[in-house]
């Protein structure tokens, strides 16, 4: 058996599913992929490869807190800060450089970490 290879699809559970793909889309830059409107969810893609996060309102589906890697904290909050948005937890320094935390419009924790101690690159222990 093979191991994990990647992250396939994140999903939120969200109070309004418009207006949460607007809020992924037009602040966090991600672009619908799909919509099933028969079981209330759409598909957003990440830039750059095939990753999704599906946001959907089923109440009987888990709602797991995931970490996104942006190139820069510190960039990333000052544009999120110019759109209105407040920052739940503001910037702290972790392993690889900089970590925050996010919320969307559904109070969903949206942690946002970079790779700046380590030029960009992923280091790992092996």
């Given at each position: 058996?093979?191991g994990l290879k990647k992250i396939d699809a994140v999903m939120h559970r969200v109070d309004n599913l418009e207006e949460s793909a607007r809020f992924y889309e037009e602040v966090m830059g991600l672009k619908v992929g799909w919509t099933d409107?028969?079981?209330?969810?759409?598909?957003?893609?990440?830039?750059?490869?095939?990753?999704?996060?599906?946001?959907?309102?089923?109440?009987?589906?888990?709602?797991?807190?995931?970490?996104?890697?942006?190139?820069?904290?510190?960039?990333?909050?000052?544009?999120?800060?110019?759109?209105?948005?407040?920052?739940?937890?503001?910037?702290?320094?972790?392993?690889?450089?900089?970590?925050?935390?996010?919320?969307?419009?559904?109070?969903?924790?949206?942690?946002?970490?970079?790779?700046?101690?380590?030029?960009?690159?992923?280091?790992?222990?092996?």
């Amino acid at each position: 058996m093979k191991g994990l290879k990647k992250i396939d699809a994140v999903m939120h559970r969200v109070d309004n599913l418009e207006e949460s793909a607007r809020f992924y889309e037009e602040v966090m830059g991600l672009k619908v992929g799909w919509t099933d409107p028969e079981n209330a969810m759409i598909g957003l893609l990440f830039p750059g490869n095939d990753t999704e996060l599906v946001l959907h309102m089923d109440t009987d589906l888990p709602n797991p807190n995931v970490s996104f890697q942006v190139e820069s904290v510190e960039e990333f909050i000052s544009g999120y800060k110019a759109k209105g948005y407040n920052i739940v937890v503001e910037p702290f320094d972790i392993r690889c450089g900089k970590c925050a935390i996010l919320a969307d419009p559904s109070g969903n924790s949206v942690e946002i970490m970079d790779l700046t101690k380590f030029d960009g690159k992923p280091r790992y222990d092996k």
